[in-house]
């Protein structure tokens, strides 16, 4: 069972930037492939970014590429989402989750408690 954790959300003026983390308890982390989704209000949840167990593969959705990094730090069980030039359409709660496998954007099985994103115009 792998428990995560996400923090680092907040609110940000419309160009700024945030860095979201996330903590895992699983010591094979390094076997799970990473996720970020964000939900907005009214909205489904939708995929953001993956990284591989390896962190050399990854996966954007449209919209944030240029400006959202994913990465990890395997030595501290953890995962990251650098989101840079936000928008206003960027608000959401955003959710870290795992999965075991290769990259996809669905069937991720271990989800966090979501962290609040609000970009102000």
């Known amino acids: 069972q792998v428990q995560l954790v996400e923090s680092g959300g907040g609110l940000v003026q419309a160009g700024g930037s945030l860095r979201l983390s996330c903590a895992a308890s699983?010591?094979?982390?390094?076997?799970?492939?990473m996720g970020w989704f964000r939900q907005a209000p009214g909205k489904e949840r939708e995929f953001v970014a993956a990284t591989s167990w390896s962190g050399g593969v990854s996966d954007y959705v449209d919209s944030v590429k240029g400006r959202f990094t994913i990465s990890r730090d395997d030595t501290k069980t953890a995962v990251y989402l650098q989101m840079n030039s936000l928008k206003p359409e960027d608000t959401a709660v955003y959710y870290c989750a795992a999965r075991k496998g290769p990259v996809l954007r669905t069937g991720y099985n271990y989800w966090g408690q979501g962290t609040q994103v609000t970009v102000s115009s």
């Open positions: 699983e010591r094979a982390f390094s076997m799970y492939t």
